[in-house]
């Protein structure tokens, strides 16, 4: 299982900072398999995008496999939410998409934790639910080679303005060189703490 969550603290209308954590563990709430810590800054370019950078610290114990080990990820790239219109019996959607470069290093010798990698990812909700299917797919390269991708199915629950949570499975389908494949089940809750009014988009939701 995979828990993640994020408290996002709005700086002004164009600057946000978001603290990250997340663990993996191989059963429900134990046998820990990793962790990791760090700051998001997001810049608002348009009133539906922003760019992102930011740093995790990665804690791994060492030991379980030659590939395990403590390292350092830096990343930056952009994000964008497309308000979808009514279809037909569909309901206004939320797609989010995000392309980030990120950086691994510092890792133990043997590791593969020394490398780039691109990600980019796609996520589908209903904005106007309560409790909506949450769907999403997201891929990841190499400079040039395959490393693996993770379809995704779940639930998503804005059980508060300011608080949403998701739950759900992906499929981690790796390639041989980027680890073992492995079924997840996941947890994810958001946290925003917005100081000021979208004045370019007044009807925007907290998330």
Known sequence: MWHWWNQEFELSRKVSVVLHGQFRTVRPLHDFLQGRVGPIVKFLILPR????????????????????????????????????RQRGALPPALLETR???????????????????????NRLSFREWKVSPLLGYEVFTFVRSFWGQRPLAGVRWRAHPRVMVNAGYFWDGRAPRAGVQRHVLFTNLLIRFKRTPDTDLPKRPPF
């Open 99 to 121: 392309f980030l470069t990120e950086r691994f290093q510092d890792g133990p010798a043997g590791a593969l934790t020394n490398y780039t990698r691109f990600r980019y990812r």
């Open 49 to 84: 995008t922003a760019l992102v950078g930011g740093y995790y610290y990665r804690r791994e114990p060492n030991g379980r496999s030659p590939g395990f080990g403590d390292s350092h990820r830096y990343f930056g790239g952009i994000v964008n939410n497309s308000f979808l």
